[in-house]
């Protein structure tokens, strides 16, 4: 009788753990066998579904959090690297503008100058493409002659182009200085009105730089500090220097 009583009190307090959960569960009450046998019947099948139970997807699922948590981890960081990289490329972008346009703005003043000193009544000036986004585009150089309205450098003839560079040259020479220059007939387009003013141009900047310059046009020539001429004597070449 003990033991039958252990027993039933045993499965008692089994059956007690088991009912815990659903302690609070409203009981439905007049409910027909037979609806409640192939309802369990139905879940029971459907619980059969899903299979065997998987006693590692605990340690599969904390496995995968704590991988996962690694990589948000390295995300995070690479995203301030990110935006840290990015900071720096815009700051550098700044001051790259500011510097092109400090240079663009000393060299252009000086374009002016030089153009109006190589042209009768002439004008020019370079202009940004793209004010907005300097660095992204180009520069376009105008010019108006006397009696023409401003035109881009492109229309204009070869003298007019000759001057025009070479004014743009004269003006980086006096923004950043090289020690010295080498000119190849760059008078070839000029008359000997043009050449004159390039001459005296060039003996001006020429206390600042040394200037080799190759011409046949007596306008530069007399200009020179030194004079190396060049002659064909009997096929060969003779070279003769004069100090002017």
Excluded: C, W
Aim: charged share 35%.
């Amino acid at each position: 009788i003990n033991l039958d009583r252990a027993k039933v009190t045993a499965e008692s307090e089994a059956l007690e753990k088991e009912y815990e959960p659903f302690r609070n569960e409203k009981l439905k009450r007049n409910v027909n066998y037979d609806e409640l046998r192939y309802e369990i019947q139905r879940l029971e099948k459907e619980f059969d579904r899903f299979g065997n139970v998987n006693l590692r997807a605990l340690e599969i699922y904390e496995e995968l959090e704590k991988g996962f948590e690694k990589l948000t981890e390295k995300y995070d960081k690479l995203k301030i690297e990110k935006e840290d990289v990015l900071s720096l490329m815009a700051e550098i972008d700044g001051k790259k503008k500011d510097l092109f346009m400090k240079t663009f703005n000393a060299v252009n003043k000086k374009f002016i100058d030089n153009f109006m000193s190589l042209s009768d009544k002439g004008q020019a000036y370079m202009d940004l493409e793209d004010k907005e986004n300097p660095l992204e585009h180009g520069i376009d150089i105008k010019v108006k002659l006397p009696g023409n309205r401003f035109m881009d450098i492109k229309s204009l003839s070869g003298g007019e182009k000759t001057m025009a560079t070479l004014a743009f040259i004269f003006s980086i020479q006096e923004f950043q200085p090289a020690s010295f220059y080498l000119m190849d007939e760059v008078d070839a387009s000029l008359d000997k009105h043009n050449s004159m003013k390039l001459s005296k141009l060039i003996k001006q900047y020429s206390n600042k730089a040394q200037y080799i310059v190759i011409s046949h046009n007596d306008q530069i020539i007399t200009e020179a500090d030194q004079v190396y001429g060049v002659s064909m004597q009997q096929g060969i070449s003779k070279i003769v220097s004069l100090k002017l």
